[in-house]
T-cell receptor, first 108, second 114 residues
């Protein structure tokens, strides 16, 4: 079993919909990262958080340390949001663990 | 150039070839990383360098040989690879290793071993 589990694995949404991607982890962490990977491979770091909530434009990331769970929300989704979203955690020993990613397709 | 760059972007090599992947970061970071991304699998951390010193080798076969001549450059030397080594190889950097800093990724090298 992977230390980081994401759901759903695949997600298709209509443009404008509110999207939620979930991440659960089983290790004690010092930080959690949300990454975005577009077709072609490049990965961009969206958020790094260790508590509470962060917002950047239409993206919101939340984390509940007690429940070992994080969510990534996208408001007013757009086709350019189509990408793979990866959850990664750094445990208290500063080792990284990655989820397998959620593939999002936003249809116009 | 800004950020993290990788060359080549695509590489096809035979099992008997020797090739090298190059990564360069222009962010003033002190830590650099090599990752392997295979289809349908999580990112796999291969090597970590902190201030030019290798701090982590995640049981990577010896046919992969990293080199970090300075904090801005990282190489991955490849020899006698297997078809199952075909994957996307990603380089990343961060302020320092072993601390919760954001990692910045390069565009990756798509490697195909024939």
């Amino acid at each position: 079993k992977n230390e980081v589990e994401q759901s759903p694995q695949n997600l298709t949404a209509q443009e404008g919909e509110f999207i939620t991607i979930n991440c659960s982890y089983s290790v004690g962490i010092s930080a959690l990262h949300w990454l975005q990977q577009h077709p072609g491979g490049g990965i961009v770091s969206l958020f790094m958080l260790s508590s509470g909530k962060k917002k950047h434009g239409r993206l919101i990331a939340t984390i509940n340390i007690q429940e070992k769970h994080s969510s990534l929300h996208i408001t007013a989704s757009h086709p350019r949001d189509s990408a793979v979203y990866i959850c990664a955690v750094m445990n208290t020993g500063n080792q990284f663990y990655f989820g397998t990613g959620t593939s999002l397709t936003v249809i116009p | 150039e800004t950020g993290v760059t990788q060359t080549p972007r695509h590489l096809v090599m035979g099992m008997t070839n020797k090739k090298s992947l190059k990564c360069e970061q222009h962010l003033g970071h002190n830590a650099m990383y090599w990752y392997k991304q295979s289809a349908k699998k999580p990112l796999e951390l291969m090597f970590v360098y902190n201030f030019k010193e290798q701090t982590e080798n995640n049981s990577v076969p010896s046919r992969f040989s990293p080199e970090c001549p300075n904090s801005s450059h990282l190489f991955l030397h490849l020899h006698t690879l297997q078809p199952e080594d075909s994957a996307l190889y990603l380089c990343a950097s961060s302020q320092i290793a072993g601390a919760p800093y954001e990692q910045y990724f390069g565009p990756g090298t798509r490697l195909t071993v024939t």
